[in-house]
T-cell receptor, first 113, second 117 residues
Framework: AQSVTQLGSHVSVSEGALVLLRCNYS??????LFWYVQYPNQGLQLLLK??????LVKGINGFEAEFKKSETSFHLTKPSAHMSDAAEYFC???????????FGDGTTLTVKP | DAGVIQSPRHEVTEMGQEVTLRCKPI?????LFWYRQTMMRGLELLIY????????DSGMPEDRFSAKMPNASFSTLKIQPSEPRDSAVYFC???????????????FGQGTRLTVV
């Protein structure tokens, strides 16, 4: 079985500041890891994913995440926040088929001008 | 491709009525998923299909919920009878599952916001 913990249900940063959204997972086998973003009244959209290979993964909109097996973490970062980054972000873990994922509770990102 | 298409986008119904939510997955995808999102419970997987066959329905809350996938391009989620606690946003997602070694992402529809009064 797998599980996901997102630390912090709400994160607030100033425009231009570093964005750091935390995700820890538990999995009995090497996982596939995903970050999704959800804008108001929209479905979830994939930001980036880790399956195998390079542990630093780059995604859309300037986001990236690093898979750290020793820490069982997959934190999402962006060097400089933009107002348009305000949304809810979900970390997810899957053992095989990506759709059958276990999602975290989500982190709402607020970007202050 | 137009992406995953769900209908209706919004549904308001009275308690006790039957509700049918519809989903058209992305052409060529072989896996389809129904999720429910609420403030209290977050995002929950209700059921998923692979090659039109239900693989795991352990997330379906109770017998009032049923899902079908008669062909590769259409699926329905039915609630009969509906109750106020079923109010939520229901998402359909599809993906292409090739084999164990390939982790393909899920593509989500826009969701159906269901309100049962």
């Amino acid at each position: 079985a797998q599980s996901v913990t997102q630390l912090g249900s709400h994160v607030s940063v100033s425009e231009g500041a570093l964005v750091l959204l935390r995700c820890n997972y538990s999995s009995s086998v090497p996982p596939y890891l995903f970050w999704y973003v959800q804008y108001p009244n929209q479905g979830l959209q994939l930001l980036l994913k880790y399956t195998t290979g390079a542990t630093l993964v780059k995604g859309i909109n300037g986001f990236e995440a690093e898979f750290k097996k020793s820490e069982t973490s997959f934190h999402l970062t962006k060097p400089s926040a933009h107002m348009s980054d305000a949304a809810e972000y979900f970390c997810a873990v899957s053992l095989s088929n990506a759709g059958k994922s276990t999602f975290g509770d989500g982190t709402t990102l607020t970007v202050k001008p | 491709d137009a992406g995953v298409i769900q209908s209706p986008r919004h549904e308001v119904t009275e308690m006790g009525q039957e509700v049918t939510l519809r989903c058209k997955p992305i052409s060529g995808h072989n896996s389809l998923f129904w999720y429910r999102q609420t403030m209290m419970r977050g995002l929950e997987l209700l059921i998923y299909f692979n090659n039109n066959v239900p693989i795991d329905d352990s997330g379906m809350p109770e017998d009032r919920f049923s899902a079908k996938m008669p062909n590769a391009s259409f699926s329905t989620l039915k609630i009969q009878p509906s109750e106020p606690r079923d109010s939520a946003v229901y998402f359909c997602a599809s993906s292409l599952a090739i084999h164990r070694g390939v982790g393909t992402e899920a593509f989500f529809g826009q969701g159906t916001r269901l309100t049962v009064v």
